[in-house]
T-cell receptor, first 115, second 112 residues
Framework: GAVVSQHPSRVICKSGTSVKIECRSL??????MFWYRQFPKQSLMLMATSNEGSKATYEQGVEKDKFLINHASLTLSTLTVTSAHPEDSSFYIC???????????FGSGTQLSVL | GENVEQHPSTLSVQEGDSAVIKCTYS??????FPWYKQELGKGPQLIIDIRSNVGEKKDQRIAVTLNKTAKHFSLHITETQPEDSAVYFC???????????FGGGTRLMVKP
């Protein structure tokens, strides 16, 4: 299957700092990528849909100024958690559309811990 | 919007037994139903998927069935092995490449 690489896998930061998470499609071009958030023992909740070359579409309740998404190329989308606080601590996962109308593949996730 | 419910939340089986996980969805427009396996600290891994024009699909020990009329679909794992232990998520979407709505997950434990 297609490979989606996510980096870093784990990050610890101080409250008030910003953290950038990268999501790359390694062997295919992804026009659309999705960002999810997952709390312990819970399901994945969609945060935003990222389209190459345009602004991301955020789900209701997700602060777009706090979770900045950039999809500058067909193989890279980034999520920046700005001014992180302890409540932002979570597992963040990206996914990429392999081909238009085809299945999604997920990255390995990023565990963010804000102290 | 779409709502996906998944049962059971936990499932414990003996090695070699079968495991069945069931999901229901609310939006009749949904036409793509993937299943993911997630191990601790990792992202979800697609294990099998089914589209609404098919009632059943099988891949070795894994099978998925879909009942469009009742709006439910199920994952069947036969001859379970300890390495099948993980959290399994069902999902639904309108179109395969579109945003997925996930079920709540099932923690499967296979006892040796």
């Amino acid at each position: 299957g297609a490979v989606v690489s996510q980096h870093p896998s784990r990050v610890i930061c101080k409250s008030g700092t910003s953290v950038k998470i990268e999501c790359r499609s390694l062997d295919f071009q992804a026009t659309t990528m999705f960002w999810y958030r997952q709390f312990p023992k819970q399901s994945l909740m969609l945060m935003a849909t990222s389209n190459e070359g345009s602004k991301a579409t955020y789900e209701q309740g997700v602060e777009k100024d706090k979770f900045l998404i950039n999809h500058a190329s067909l193989t890279l989308s980034t999520l920046t958690v700005t001014s992180a606080h302890p409540e932002d601590s979570s597992f963040y996962i990206c996914s990429a559309e392999w081909k238009a109308g085809e299945k999604l593949f997920f990255g390995s996730g990023t565990q963010l811990s804000v102290l | 919007g779409e709502n996906v419910e998944q049962h059971p939340s936990t499932l414990s089986v003996q090695e070699g037994d079968s495991a069945v996980i069931k999901c229901t969805y609310s939006d009749s427009a949904s036409n793509y139903f993937p299943w993911y396996k997630q191990e601790l600290g990792k992202g979800p891994q697609l294990i099998i998927d089914i589209r609404s024009n098919v009632g059943e699909k099988k891949d070795q020990r894994i099978a998925v069935t879909l009942n469009k009329t009742a709006k439910h679909f199920s994952l069947h794992i036969t001859e379970t092995q300890p390495e099948d232990s993980a959290v399994y998520f069902c999902a639904a979407s309108i179109g395969a490449g579109n945003m997925l709505t996930f079920g709540g997950g099932t923690r499967l434990m296979v006892k040796p």
